[in-house]
């Protein structure tokens, strides 16, 4: 990343231009490294053991954070009560199907018209296994789950710059790039440059095991053949009758795949959030809310905008509208937990300490913009045998993602048809929805020629524009939590916070999850104590 760095370039700045010069996954891989991203702390369910002793909380947001602290804190025995601004549950976790109307903040209204059974998630879209909490709820709440197809060897790897702007199978890259990579660490091997680090034992070992792994050849060579075709592909395919006979592709040049670029997209499918398997609800992401609603639905108030955030030594008082009638309201509790996004709570006035106060606003929001394209048919499987997967691109538009769900069925289907952040997703969102889809048709047809003639319509997200949250989520650097992560987190006299923001997993529902159940882990410890 040194290679990017300026004097005086924050690592906000830095993120941003990873994603506008690598795409959105060399980002992610970049938020990795600053604590952005990690393994969830998830052992199990939480047990909140003892009497609630008659307490009451007061949870601010029903997204996922707050319901899972409505359903455990209920659980426990507290007298619970949620408000929510909007209409539904979930917050971020949120499908959006045909007839859903979505205003964004300016006022522009979009109608979603994808065909029954299409849909996109605007925000989270993805569950890895290694996000044990939310893996925990969808079980218990009996939320169905199916794969997840995050890395497909036949989707595309594209760059402007690179093969005259035609798109690259990422199996051709992938296989080049790790062929001759193992081709050189062989040469090496067999030259005992490897000496001082590798036994002359370790070292034949190492070179059967460099044979298998880069598809070379008897002499260590990565060249045209069967090892090498059968990962990057054949020129012609193999068959039956006296046509059988495949004829092996040529691998393009080390200097020409090194040049390209596209080998930067092909590390980011083995972060660990980003590994098989990976799983989505079955009819989109807003199926984990729906499960939570079926058992707390009851305690959460809908269309409730709050106002004020008020405590004393006997409790928090929330002032709050009702967005459907402008009815002025308040509603009071022993405790509060507080998922607001922080974006959101900023504005909030809080009577909160110093500390806490200096954190709410001490944490920016990376802006982000996705685009759902419906088409005619689903002619990246029809025509270019693409089943799920994302296709990575250094056009505005970033990735374009392939629907895991319906495969092979004849109707229309819907393409995720940018995924963009940082400076990209403002530039996009300077431009009215329907500008936003347009542009987006335009790139994507540099990939798929078949954008333009089989489209019907389109509908944009910015997440920055969304009313609720006014950004994708929360970015944390090295110095930001060093200063304000732990005063963030602290219970502060009855309140306390909870939500991605408040976690090392951010930008994911399990961020969420984990922090939530460390807040009201923490909120019962102190009941307990009186």
Known sequence: MEDFATPGMTKRDLLTLIGRTAGATAM?????????????????PVKLEGDAKGASVLILGAGVAGLVAALELS???????????????????????????????????????????????PGPWRIPHTHYGVMHYCHELGVALEPFQQNNFGAYLHSTKAFGGKPQRYRTIHSDFQGYVGELLGKAVKQNALSDAVTSEDAAILLEALRGWGALDKDMRY?????????????????????????????????????????????????????????QPVGGMENVAKGFERKVGNLVRLNSKVTKIHQDEKGVTVSYDDTKTGEHLMAQADWCVCTLPLTILSQIEINVSPTLDAAIHAVPYLP????????????????????????????????????????????????????????????????????????????????????????????????????????????WTEESRATHYKNLCQLDGRIVLAGEHASFIGGWQEGGITSSIDAITRLHQRVQAG
Request: charged share 20%; glycine share 14%.
């Open 75 to 121: 659980k426990a025995g507290y007298k619970v009560q949620v408000l929510e601004y909007n209409n539904r549950v979930g917050g971020r976790s949120w499908t959006l199907k045909g007839g859903d109307t979505y205003t964004e903040l300016g006022g522009a209204t979009q109608k979603c018209e994808f065909s029954e059974g299409n849909y996109i998630n």
């Open 368 to 475: 982000g913009l996705k685009v759902g394209l419906e088409f005619k048919r689903r002619f990246w499987e029809q025509d270019e045998f693409i089943y799920g997967g994302i296709t990575s691109t250094d056009l505005p538009i970033s990735q374009i993602s392939y629907p895991s769900y319906k495969y092979g069925s004849r109707g229309p289907g819907v393409l995720l048809g940018a995924y963009s952040n940082g400076s990209y997703a403002y530039e996009f969102t300077t431009l009215p929805p329907e500008e936003r889809v347009a542009r987006a048709l335009e790139w994507g047809s540099q990939i798929h020629p078949q954008y333009k003639s089989e489209f019907m319509n389109g509908i944009a997200v910015g997440w920055h524009r969304v009313p609720w949250t006014q950004g994708c989520f929360g970015i």
């Open 28 to 44: 992610y891989m970049a938020m990795a490294s600053l604590d952005q991203a990690a393994a969830s702390t998830f052992k199990g």
């Open 223 to 279: 060249v045209k053949g069967r090892a090498s075709a059968d990962r990057r592909g054949w020129d012609k395919d193999p068959g039956g009758g006296l046509t059988a006979e495949p004829i092996p592709s040529e691998p393009l040049s080390l200097s020409t795949v090194l040049k390209s670029g596209l080998w930067r997209a092909i590390g980011g499918n083995v972060s660990l959030d980003h590994q098989q398997a990976i799983f």
